[in-house]
């Protein structure tokens, strides 16, 4: 079966510390993957996405995925947050050229 | 550059009460979407639409109605609300499909309540 899998619910973080936000999938077919923020009370808008070539992927805010075909990953990772990085993040896979699930999402709290 | 605009923003409704949401986008773009997101579950698609006229089911498509009659435009409407549908009513647009790495773009959601 198709899914997508974001085990942490919330990440609680201090300011400039790191944070890794996890997505695995499952899939027997080729995927491209993206990675959504929501700020509070907005809708979601794309962090980065990966489609082919490089696995490792930069996306805006100082954000970057790497894409994991043998562990079926792609975790989010950011070296240094900010407050205004506090969101809930979603991870979305498109199996092949049809389908695009969502994950569970997952709240990143970052306090000071 | 208004993107995609949703309304109402926040609507209470009464049980067995008709609700239209609205969906304007002013990109053109062919495909429209309707999601809800709920606590555990993410986002989940209702229905769709590839062009004007042309509508499917998602994943979540009961007790839900659409139609578009006009590319820009997309309502849905619940026809007969119920607890169950008190959910953030995410419209949504991209220029291919869903699928294929095509980028989704969302409005900031309609905040519905059903008591």
């Known amino acids: 079966a198709q899914s997508v899998t974001q085990l942490d619910s919330q990440v609680p973080v201090f300011e400039e510390a790191p944070v890794e936000l996890r997505c695995n999938y499952s899939s027997s077919v080729s995927v491209y993957l993206f990675w959504y923020v929501q700020y509070p009370n907005q809708g979601l808008q794309l962090l980065l996405k990966?489609?082919?070539?490089?696995?490792l992927v930069k996306g805006i805010n100082g954000f970057e995925a790497e894409f994991n075909k043998s562990q079926t990953s792609f975790h989010l990772r950011k070296p240094s947050v900010h407050i205004s990085d506090t969101a809930e993040y979603f991870c979305a896979v498109s199996f092949g050229f049809q389908k695009l699930v969502f994950g569970t999402g997952t709240r990143l709290l970052v306090s000071p | 550059d208004a993107g995609i605009t949703q309304s109402p923003r926040y609507k209470i409704t009464e049980t067995g009460r008709q609700v239209t949401l609205m969906c304007h986008q002013t990109w053109s773009h062919s495909y429209m979407f309707w999601y809800r997101q709920d606590l555990g579950h993410g986002l989940r698609l209702i229905y769709y639409?590839?062009?004007?006229?042309?509508?499917d089911k998602g994943e979540v498509p009961d007790g839900y109605v659409v139609s578009r009659s006009k590319t820009e435009n997309f309502p849905l409407t619940l026809e007969s609300a119920t607890r169950s549908q008190t959910s953030v009513y995410f419209c949504?647009?991209?220029?291919?499909?869903?699928?294929?790495?095509?980028?989704?773009?969302f409005g900031e959601g309609s905040w519905l309540t059903v008591v």
């Open positions: 990966y489609l082919s070539g490089s696995t």
């Open positions: 949504a647009s991209s220029e291919e499909g869903q699928g294929a790495g095509n980028t989704i773009y």
């Open positions: 639409s590839a062009a004007a006229d042309i509508t």
